[in-house]
C-alpha cells in the first residue's frame, strides 16, 4: 500500500498514540479511496495523502482536545538572540530526539514532521496544513529552535553542560 | 569593533535564512552567499551543523519506529467493510433477483426444464463465444502482442495488482510455453472482463483466459471424467475451429484455447488447473473488492519511484541539458533552478549525471 510506513510514522508522533494513530490512517486511506476521482493525475500522491491525513487529524484532535488540553508553548523572549542559539549534544539518541518532539507544541511539530522528515516543500506543506507559507517559514523555524533547546535542555539533565565549549569557541574567537 | 558589529549583523541575517537553505528553499544566489559565508565563519556553520544533526537524528529516530502489520491489515478491513454500504444498495437488488429466480423457476417447473437448460447454455455460450473471440481478436487477427515477450513486470504492471499473481502460475504449469503479454481486456458491446494471457510456444498461439463466474456454471453435460485434474472436472467444447479446455473455480471461469489437437489442449489445461484455482482461492482474490485494490493500484503507480531516478533519467535523456527548451527541467515539468535545487541535494551537478 502507498506510502503507508510514512503516514502511519507520522501520525504516531503527531498523535502520540498507536491506537488513535492506526484509526486516523485507516480513515484516512477510506477517505483517499472514496475520493479518488478528486485526485489529479500527474501531481504527487503522497502530498495528497498527507492532505487528506492532515484534515481527517484536524477533526481527531478536536476531539481529543475536550478531554486533554493542548498547551502551546509561549516563547516569551520573542525574537531570536545569536548568543542565545541553544547548544545541541554531538550524540543525540533516538529517544531523546523524539520526547524532546513530544515537548514540541502541535502547530510547531506538524511542520517540523513534514519538513524534515517528510521533506515536503513549503508549498506543499502550506498546501497540507491550509496555512500561508509565510507561516509555515516562521513556524518551522521554531519549531526547530524549541526542538534544539528541548534537546539542550536533555543534554544539561544528563549533566553534559555543552556551554564551555561554547566559551572556547568565543574565545578563540 | 565595527567589523565585529557588521560581522554580527551578518550572521543574524545568515542565521534567519539557515532554516530555509536546511530545506532547499532559498534562490541559488542566495544559497551561494550563504556557502560563501559558512566557508569563512566558523560559528554559523556549527550552527547550520548542530540543525542538520538535529534534523538527521530526529529522521533517524522516526524511520526506526516500528510499523506492525496489523496497520495494513486494518487499512484493508476498514476499506472492506466500507463495502456494505455498496453492498447494501445491492442487497435490494438481490431480493428482486431472487424473487425473480423463484417467479422463474416455477414457471419454467411448468413450462418445462428445458428452458432453464437453454438459458444457462447460452449464457456460458456467450461467455464461452466471447472468450474465444478475445482469444481471437486480441491474439489471432489483432496480433495483441509482441514479437519478443515483454518483460514481466511491465505484464505484472498491466494486469494490476490483483491479477499480477497469476503470471508466475501461468509461466509455470505451462512449460514450453513463453508468456508473450497478459492483460485485462474487454470486447466491445460487453461489460465482461477478461483476464487474457497470450503465450507462444509448440508452434502456435495459445491463450488463457480467466473470467468471473458471477454465480454462473459451465454445463455439466460437457465435463469429460476422463480429464479430471486433482478433483477438479475439465470442461471441453470448442468454437469457431478453436480448442477450448476450461475448469471452474469458486468464482472464475479460466479457459485455455487454441489451434492445437482437442487431447493436447486438455492435457495443458489439466496441468495448469489445479495450480491455477488454488490461486484463485487465496484470500487476496477472495477478500478484497476488486475496485478498491485497483484504487490503490493507481495510487501506487502515480507515485515516482524515486526522486533520483527520475531526475536522472531525464538528464541522461537530455545529454545534461538542464535548462532550455529541450533541457531536463522542462522535461519534468519543474522550472530550472528548482531542478537545479534537486539536484544539489542529490549530490549531481549540472553536465555531471552520477553512475
Known sequence: MPQLTDLYRTACLLLRDRHEAEDLIQDTYLEA?????????????????????????????????????VVT??????????????????????????????????????????????????????????????????????????LRQELAEVARSYGIDPRPKQAGAAETA | MNTLSFDSKRCERIRLQLDSYLSNELLVETATEIVRHLESCEACSRDLESRMRVRDALQRAVAKQPVPDSVRAGVLRKLRESQPRSLLSTTGRRWAVGLAAIAFLLFSLFAGEWLSLRRSEQLIASILRLGVSDHLICAIKGHNYPEVANPPDQIRNKLGVRYAVLLQVVQERLPGFEVLEGHVCSIPGSDRKYVHFITRGQGTILSVILTERNGASLPKGKFLASAESAGLSIYEDHLSGMEIAGFESAQYFAFVVSELSQKRVLQLAGALAPALNETLQTTAFQGLNSYVLDALFKLRQEIPTSQRGEIIQALSACKGRVGGTDGAATRLGISRTTLIYRMRRLESTPNCIPE
Open chain 1, 33 to 69: 479511496w472514496k475520493s479518488f476521482h478528486r485526485f489529479e493525475t500527474g501531481t504527487n500522491c503522497r502530498a495528497w495523502l498527507f492532505k487528506i491525513m492532515f484534515h481527517r487529524l484536524h477533526h481527531v484532535r478536536r476531539r481529543l482536545v475536550k478531554t486533554s488540553r
Open chain 1, 73 to 146: 508553548i509561549d516563547d516569551p523572549d520573542g525574537q531570536v538572540e545569536l548568543a542565545a542559539e541553544p547548544v545541541v549534544p554531538q550524540e543525540i539518541r533516538d529517544e531523546d530526539v523524539l520526547n524532546a518532539l513530544a515537548k514540541v507544541a502541535v502547530e510547531f511539530r506538524d511542520i517540523v514532521l513534514l519538513a524534515d522528515v517528510e521533506e515536503f516543500s513549503y508549498k506543499e506543506i502550506a498546501e497540507t496544513l491550509r496555512i500561508p507559507l509565510g507561516t509555515v517559514m516562521s513556524r518551522l523555524s521554531r519549531g526547530r529552535k524549541l
